[in-house]
């Protein structure tokens, strides 16, 4: 039933690991999205991919990966994890903004990845 | 600088009280959106405004776009503890990428 889906809720891991988070929507949408949060509750795109192509790369580490096996999934791996990489992930859909009329079309978030870097 | 900048950051008022949240900016936008984000869960859209001095009202929520389209306010009548939450308003990147860029987001908490 749920819209957007993402796994894990939680992620607690040290400096220098590996992690992926997983996303997962079933509402038939093109564009899924990543975006940051921060601890100020700023919330700031990182990456979008239109039925599996890239299609925005924002400013972000190349130790971030996105990965689209399916227009309805939609990973993030994460390599050599630092502090600064805590935040809250969350991943997005919408129909193709790049379709006549659908520029504005509403994102559907998913719940929240809270990673948290030790 | 933040292209969207928001006000108050934080707000916390009693039951029944009214309020208003800005979004302001010296860009002139075709679009805004206001998204409210509960804890521990993601934005949900709340209105998109499109047309300068337009007017939408959401049961006790009310938002305006501002007549040259740069700015915006959120106005909430006889807040209730259920409104409680983080507010954010959001335009759309210039080229059709969905890119969504938002304010820093005002932090409501209403107090039964």
């Known amino acids: 039933d749920t819209a957007v889906s993402q796994t894990p809720k939680y992620l607690v891991t040290q400096m220098g690991n590996d992690k992926s988070i997983k996303c997962e929507q079933n509402?038939?949408?093109?564009?899924m999205y990543w975006y940051k949060q921060d601890s100020k509750k700023f919330l700031k795109i990182m990456f979008s991919?239109?039925?599996?192509?890239?299609?925005i790369n924002e400013t972000v580490p190349n130790r971030f990966s996105p990965k689209s096996p399916d227009k309805a999934h939609l990973n993030l791996h994460i390599n050599s994890l630092e502090l600064g990489d805590s935040a809250v992930y969350f991943c997005?859909?919408?129909?193709?903004?790049?379709?006549?009329?659908?520029?504005?079309?509403?994102?559907?978030f998913g719940p929240g990845t809270r990673l948290t870097v030790l | 600088t933040q292209l969207l900048e928001q006000s108050p950051q934080f707000l916390s008022i009693q039951e029944g009280e009214n309020l208003t949240v800005y979004c302001n900016s010296s860009?002139?936008?075709?679009?805004l959106q206001w998204y409210r984000q509960e804890p521990g869960e993601g934005p949900v859209l709340l209105v998109t405004?499109?047309?300068?001095?337009e007017v939408k009202k959401l049961k006790r929520l009310t938002f305006q776009f501002g007549d040259a389209r740069k700015d915006s306010s959120l106005h909430i009548t006889a807040a209730q503890p259920g409104d409680t939450g983080l507010y954010l308003c959001?335009?759309?990147?210039?080229?059709?990428?969905?890119?969504?860029?938002f304010g820093q987001g005002t932090t409501l908490q209403v107090k039964p």
């Open positions: 997005a859909s919408s129909q193709d903004p790049r379709l006549p009329g659908l520029s504005t079309d509403t994102q559907y």
């Open positions: 509402l038939g949408h093109d564009t």
């Open positions: 991919y239109n039925n599996k192509e890239l299609i």
């Open positions: 860009s002139v936008f075709s679009s």
């Open positions: 405004v499109v047309t300068g001095g």
């Open positions: 959001a335009v759309h990147g210039s080229s059709n990428t969905g890119k969504l860029i």
